[in-house]
T-cell receptor, first 115, second 111 residues
Framework: EPEVTQTPSHQVTQMGQEVILRCVPISNHLYFYWYRQILGQKVEFLVSFYNNEISEKSEIFDDQFSVERPDGSNFTLKIRSTKLEDSAMYFC?????????????FGPGTRLTVL | GQNIDQPTEMTATEGAIVQINCTYQTSGFNGLFWYQQHAGEAPTFLSYNVLDGLEEKGRFSSFLSRSKGYSYLLLKELQMKDSASYLCAVLNSGGYQKVTFGTGTKLQVIP
C-alpha cells in the first residue's frame, strides 16, 4: 500500500540554525501539506501546496518557513532560523488521489528538537 | 474563526460501545474527518463525512449534522488497542484543503 515517507525521523539542531525536513508524498496525489504538533498539544495546520505553489498557509507559517517541491517526488519544509518554540513533531500529508479525494494520508513525522 | 470542541478524556470498558462527540463552529465547511492517533505516532484516517447522516465502517461509525455543527464517532466492541486519541477535524471550504483539528479526545479502554 502506498504511503507518505518522511526523513529524518528525528532532527536535533541548535537555535538559529536552518533545517530542512523532507517528505515523499504518495505518487498520484495532488495536494501536499505540512502540520506540526507540539508535545501534548493539537495538530496545527501550517501550509498546503497545490500545482507547485502554496494554496493556503496559517499564521504560524511566517517568513521563517518555506516549502518547495524540488522534483517530482520530494516535498520539503525549510525553517531558516530555528527557535526553541519550533520544537515539535512535523507531519507531512498528501491527498487528492483516486478513491477518497479529500482523505489526507499522514507520514510518520519528523521530531524536531531545537536546543 | 474556527472552534472545534471535543471532550478531553474518556474511559470505556473493553467490549463496550463509546461515543465521542465533536461540535464545531467554522467560517467554512467542506466536510469533517475523524482521525485516530496513538501516542508518538501520526494520525491515521478513520472517516470523512460531508453529508448529514451516519457512515458505518466496521466497528467504527461516524455521524454528521451540518445544521447543528455536530458530529460523533461511535466505536463498538471496544478493544484494548483502541486506546488512543481521537481527533475531530474540519475541512474548510474554498477548495484549498485546509484542515483545522480539535484538541482530541484521549480514550482509555480498560479491561
Amino acid at each position: 500500500e502506498p504511503e507518505v515517507t518522511q526523513t529524518p525521523s528525528h532532527q536535533v539542531t541548535q537555535m538559529g540554525q536552518e533545517v530542512i525536513l523532507r517528505c515523499v508524498p504518495i505518487s498520484n496525489h495532488l495536494y501536499f501539506y505540512w502540520y506540526r504538533q507540539i508535545l501534548g498539544q493539537k495538530v496545527e495546520f501550517l501550509v498546503s501546496f497545490y500545482n507547485n505553489e502554496i494554496s493556503e498557509k496559517s499564521e504560524i507559517f511566517d517568513d521563517q518557513f518555506s516549502v518547495e517541491r524540488p522534483d517530482g517526488s520530494n516535498f520539503t519544509l525549510k525553517i531558516r532560523s530555528t527557535k526553541l518554540e519550533d520544537s515539535a513533531m512535523y507531519f507531512c500529508a498528501s491527498s487528492g488521489g483516486s478513491g477518497s479525494y479529500n482523505e489526507q494520508f499522514f507520514g510518520p513525522g519528523t521530531r524536531l528538537t531545537v536546543l | 474563526g474556527q472552534n472545534i470542541d471535543q471532550p478531553t478524556e474518556m474511559t470505556a470498558t473493553e467490549g463496550a460501545i463509546v461515543q465521542i462527540n465533536c461540535t464545531y463552529q467554522t467560517s467554512g465547511f467542506n466536510g469533517l474527518f475523524w482521525y485516530q492517533q496513538h501516542a508518538g505516532e501520526a494520525p491515521t484516517f478513520l472517516s470523512y463525512n460531508v453529508l448529514d447522516g451516519l457512515e458505518e465502517k466496521g466497528r467504527f461509525s461516524s455521524f454528521l449534522s451540518r445544521s447543528k455543527g455536530y458530529s460523533y464517532l461511535l466505536l463498538k466492541e471496544l478493544q484494548m488497542k483502541d486506546s488512543a486519541s481521537y481527533l475531530c477535524a474540519v475541512l474548510n471550504s474554498g477548495g484549498y484543503q485546509k484542515v483545522t483539528f480539535g484538541t482530541g479526545t484521549k480514550l482509555q479502554v480498560i479491561p
